[in-house]
């Protein structure tokens, strides 16, 4: 059984350097950083490079209500995961709400 397990990694890690990826899709999220509060759960910060930095639509110290359709008001950070992981390339609709101070620029609420 070891022999196998060997042979099979040896099968990938050649794949992999002659530039052929595995047939399964890569799983993503979309790059948010939260912070618990009392409120709710808020965005803290963003993955540089991450899809929800670059769509530059969210901002920090937005509070979270809907992940595609779904209520997430009281769910913790761990419980979003699935929400968010998906292929490469799908994309996610969020639901926010943003303080007047923010939308204003004065920060955080």
Known sequence: MAAKALKERTKAEAEAEAG????E?????????????????????????????MCGELQAGDKLLTVDGIDVTGKKPADLAPLFAGPV???TIVTVWRSEKQENGEGEA
């Open 20 to 23: 052929r990826s595995s047939p």
């Open 25 to 53: 899709p890569k799983t993503i999220g979309v790059g948010i950083v939260f912070a618990e509060a009392p409120s709710g759960l808020k965005v803290e910060s963003f993955v540089p490079g991450s899809g929800a930095q």
């Open 89 to 91: 390339g799908t994309t």
